[in-house]
Structures are given as C-alpha cells and as structure tokens.
Nanobody, 115 residues
Framework: VQLQASGGGLVQPGGSLTLSCRIS????????IGWFRQAPGKDPEGVAC????????DYLHSVKGRFTGSRNNAKTTFYLQMNNLKPEDTALYYC?????????RGQGTQVTVSS
C-alpha cells in the first residue's frame, strides 16, 4: 500500500492550496490519515488528523480556521484545503496512516509561501 501526497507549490501569503493524499488501496485498519509537515531544521509536526470513518478532523492550533481536512467517499483520497497561507506554513507536507508520522507514509509535497 502506498500513500502519495501532491498539490504543493509556491504561493503568495494569503493564497490557497489543496493537498491530496492518494492511497493505492484503502486498508480497513487505516482509521485515520494524518497530514504532517517539516520545515528545514525543525521537527515534524502534526497539522491535521482526518477520520476515515466520518471525515471529521482535528487540527494543529496554528492552522485552525485556515486548514480543512476531508476525504472522498471511497476513502482513497484525503485532502487538506489550506487557505490564508502564511510564510510560516512553508514546509514539506506529507500524509501518514493512522496519524503516525513514523508509520506508513508518502514522500511529501513541498509548500512554499513567499512573496
């Protein structure tokens, strides 16, 4: 089973991006999918944890109200809608099964917020 994140890019402050995490085959044991990010020289941090059951999500305090997690009905793609992006959101974003950054995860997609 592979997880692949996509949708990153360069965006100006205040802009928006939508990241996608595609799962090659949904596994029943994947109860949640987490989005994590790691900026250069910093530890990884959890950004959002999305329930595979109902699509609800918990968020890092600093992104609440700006980021929204969701999934498709087939539970094969999990999204992270990011609005009002700030320079401090710049990082490599990746998704991981069961919100475990050390578990099954994708390679990540770079998000750069800069004017």
């Amino acid at each position: 089973v592979q997880l692949q994140a996509s949708g990153g890019g360069l965006v100006q402050p205040g802009g928006s991006l939508t990241l996608s995490c595609r799962i090659s085959q949904f596994i029943e044991e994947y109860y949640t999918i987490g989005w994590f990010r790691q900026a250069p020289g910093k530890d990884p941090e959890g950004v959002a944890c999305i329930s595979a059951i109902d699509g609800s999500a918990d968020y890092l305090h600093s992104v609440k109200g700006r980021f929204t997690g969701s999934r498709n009905n087939a539970k094969t793609t999990f999204y992270l809608q990011m609005n009002n992006l700030k320079p401090e959101d710049t990082a490599l974003y990746y998704c991981a099964a069961n919100c475990n950054p050390s578990g099954t995860r994708g390679q990540g997609t770079q998000v750069t917020v800069s004017s």
